[in-house]
């Protein structure tokens, strides 16, 4: 199913049929190069430092249905419904250090944000759906797979070619057949015309009414 964004102006259009569906073809699986590319696509995704914070844990259900089926146990019930059909589940973990110094990493999860987005372009650049999940049992999850405390248990991944509508339930299809739709840029809840009181310089940003210093990220 094909659900193209809507957007004000043109944009690439991989960002605009990314989507997460829940219809998964049951009967079709990755490749290890699907897989592979994925993971690719996620290598190279901006961080500070370059640190690369992101880990992924990847279970196949054609390759360790076990290992699938407890991942898979983690789901809350409602995910459990659609993402039954998905042959990949992937668990998206941000280490909260530095792997160079060992010193808290507070953009890990920013950085892994941008690893998720990048592992979900790219499946949809392949003609394959992938679908975020913040919906699952974080501490089973980490007792489950002996996940270490450091890690911050972010979003589990299903990934799979897209399948046939009528297998979801009604809620699940009442959802996948919704039409797309985003606030307009610049309406988002609690933000307000910045008013700036003296010219701006590079060094400086507008925010509220009130001016801030620009963090910067190496």
């Not at 941000?94 to 499946?123: I, K, T």
Request: charged share 20%; proline share 6%.
């Amino acid at each position: 199913m094909n659900k193209p964004a809507i957007t004000q102006v043109a944009i690439n259009d991989t960002i605009a049929k990314r989507w997460s569906g829940r219809a998964y073809n049951a009967d079709q699986d990755l490749s290890p190069e699907h897989i592979k590319a994925l993971l690719e696509a996620a290598r190279w995704a901006p961080s500070c430092f370059g640190d690369q914070p992101w880990r992924f844990i990847v279970w196949q259900k054609s390759s360790n249905l076990d290992a699938w089926q407890s991942a898979f146990d983690c789901l809350s019930v409602g995910n459990q419904g659609w993402v039954i059909n998905a042959p990949v589940l992937m668990l998206l973990c941000a280490n909260s250090v530095f792997h160079h110094n060992q010193q808290p990493n507070r953009w890990s999860q920013y950085d892994c944000g941008a690893a998720a987005e990048n592992l979900c372009l790219q499946a949809t650049s392949m003609g394959l759906s992938a679908h975020q999940l913040g919906g699952f049992n974080v501490d089973l999850a980490r007792k489950t797979f002996q996940v270490p405390e450091q890690f911050n248990l972010m979003a589990m991944i299903s990934v799979g070619y897209p399948g046939d509508l009528s297998k979801l339930s009604a809620e699940a299809l009442a959802r996948e057949q919704a039409a797309r739709s985003r606030r307009p840029s610049g309406q988002g809840p609690g933000l307000v015309p910045a008013v700036s009181r003296r010219p701006s310089s590079g060094r400086r940003a507008a925010w509220c009414g009130r001016t801030r210093r620009a963090s910067r990220r190496s």
